[in-house]
């Protein structure tokens, strides 16, 4: 073991004290009972036919800090929205979860060559919160530009934090609750 690396740095490090800080590491995804990102990754690509950050494949990798339940069966993956534009990948085990992937628009598809925004950054909007027999509603404003179908950051005042939702129509957004 090489102690001469933490010199480097300015300090010094005893031979007896990284055994000491191994078990301070994080362990696998696997370990601690979680699915690996790298998972949903390769179900992505498998669904596509594309790589990540390839015209239809994801627009990038799972966040490796992303920690959702393991998954006791394969995954299911579909299409989201119409325009293939992002991907719904679910767990249908014990501990359900669901995420939505963002796709890289394919050269040629209606998401890439897809007209003016219908919500402009800055635009007034009706921000609506929908779920199973209900429905809520206040005004808003658009943190982003967008085009029907597309999921952008919204805010309900100043000060609010935002939040995403997907532009139905211009001037509506909707944040689902199911």
């Not at 696997?30 to 596509?48: H, L, Q, S």
């Amino acid at each position: 073991m090489d102690t001469n690396f933490p010199r480097h740095f300015g300090w010094r490090l005893s031979p007896l004290a990284l055994p000491m800080l191994l078990p301070l590491c994080e362990p696998a995804a696997e370990a601690r009972g979680m699915t690996d990102p790298a998972m949903i990754d390769r179900a992505v690509t498998e669904f596509t036919g594309a790589a990540i950050g390839a015209p239809g494949g994801a627009r990038a990798a799972t966040d490796p800090r992303l920690q959702l339940a393991a998954c006791a069966g394969s995954l299911a993956v579909s299409w989201h929205t119409a325009a293939r534009t992002a991907v719904q990948v679910e767990c249908p085990g014990p501990v359900s979860w669901r995420i939505f992937v963002a796709i890289t628009p394919a050269a040629g598809s209606t998401a890439a060559t897809r007209a003016a925004p219908a919500v402009k950054r800055g635009d007034a909007l009706t921000i609506m919160v929908r779920g199973r027999g209900f429905s809520v509603q206040q005004p808003g404003e658009a943190m982003q530009a967008g085009a029907v179908g597309d999921w952008i950051e919204v805010r309900t005042n100043r000060k609010g934090e935002p939040l995403r939702a997907r532009i139905v129509r211009p001037g509506l957004a909707v944040i689902p609750a199911d």
